[in-house]
């Protein structure tokens, strides 16, 4: 209840304040910070991706600065030798400004990064985007196959048929439950509907050999994904664990010690507010957060 009141209040809390409590959640400004937290995280087991943070941007000229600035985290992967793909969000990339504008940006990106053999997923925003997220990566297939990758979201009604229309595809999917704030038009709103979906879909991907991220921090789904895998023999080179920066490290060296896969996804970047917010009111321990520093002298 304490969070619910906090979760009101953020907007109204200082940046300064959120930029403390949140820092955890983010590797850092630039791409040195990135660069340095992804090897920390490699030379622990885990793999990662980078998210250069931004999003719904509407003008052209900072659309322009955005994919200059995925192309340089494209180099600096490959440079530091460092084991990483990234992560986009189609609406830094001008997907609210012109479909074949945003197309022509992300081919650009995916050019840079097949010099480098570096794998590209493109994240999945709110309703309005769904079906133009998909659009764009089937238009991109032909020419980057399994260089590119979707992401899908459990909480969607629509799901289940966006997986299996795209059955004819060798898609490397993560699956996670989704974080924006959706009608029950289209989105299932309950945690126990939205988890039991997760699990439908889970099960429908690896039964049918689709390469699977599974991005979750809760013990109810891990705890099936691994039953699963294990009951039903799949191989490792079908699945991944996923999880964020910052979230459950605990939980994440467990699953590394298990003998699984770990990706963590590394978002960095100046425009760290949006993001954050989201974090902060998924932690359970956010309301206490905000109130120690709050009190910390100097934050
Ligand atoms: C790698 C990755 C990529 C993602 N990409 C997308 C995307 O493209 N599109 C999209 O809509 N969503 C994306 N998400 C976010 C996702 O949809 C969920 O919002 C988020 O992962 C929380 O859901 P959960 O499955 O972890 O379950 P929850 O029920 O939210 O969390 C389970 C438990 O994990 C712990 N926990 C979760 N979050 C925090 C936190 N911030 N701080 C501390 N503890 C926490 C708590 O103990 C909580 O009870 C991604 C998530 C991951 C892991």
New binding site residues.
């Given amino acids: 209840m304490f969070n619910g009141f906090i979760s009101r209040l953020l907007p109204y809390i200082p940046r300064s304040l959120v930029r403390v409590v949140a820092s955890k959640?983010i590797a850092g400004e630039n791409v040195f910070d990135a660069m340095n937290a992804v090897k920390m995280l490699n030379s622990c087991g885990c793999v990662c991706t980078v998210d250069m943070l931004g999003e719904f941007v509407t003008s052209r000229a900072q659309v322009e600065h955005e994919v200059n600035g995925v192309i340089s985290v494209v180099q600096a992967i490959h440079s530091s030798g460092v084991q990483s793909g990234v992560s986009l969000k189609l609406t830094s990339l001008g997907l609210d400004i012109d479909y074949d504008f945003c197309k022509n940006n992300v081919k650009a990106i995916l050019d840079a990064a097949r010099k480098h053999d570096i794998f590209v997923r493109f994240?999945?925003?709110n309703t309005p985007y769904t079906q133009r997220t998909i659009d764009l990566y089937n238009d991109l297939y032909d020419e980057y196959g399994a260089r590119i990758g979707l992401?899908f979201?459990a909480y969607l009604r629509r799901t289940e048929d966006d997986i299996l229309s795209l059955a004819d595809k060798k898609t490397s999917v993560?699956l996670?439950?989704?974080?924006?704030k959706e009608s029950p038009e289209h989105a299932f709103q309950t945690?126990e509907e939205i988890q039991a979906n997760y699990k439908r879909l889970l099960s429908l991907l690896l039964e049918n050999g689709i390469y699977t991220?599974i991005?979750?921090?809760?013990?109810v789904?891990l705890h099936y994904a691994m039953d699963y895998i294990e009951t039903h023999d799949i191989p490792s080179d079908k699945y991944e664990f996923?999880?964020?920066l910052?979230?459950?490290e605990s939980k994440r060296r467990e699953l590394l010690r298990l003998g699984h896969k770990v990706?963590v996804?590394v978002p960095f970047g100046k425009d760290w507010y949006g993001y954050s917010v989201r974090?902060?009111k998924?932690?359970?321990?956010m309301a206490g957060n905000i109130v120690k520093a709050f009190l910390k002298p100097g934050s």
């Avoid at 998924?282 to 321990?285: D, F, G, L, T």
């Fill in positions: 959640y994240d999945m925003e992401v979201q993560r996670c439950k989704g974080i924006y945690r991220g991005a979750t921090h809760d013990d789904l996923q999880m964020l910052g979230v459950r990706r996804y974090r902060l998924e932690n359970p321990e």
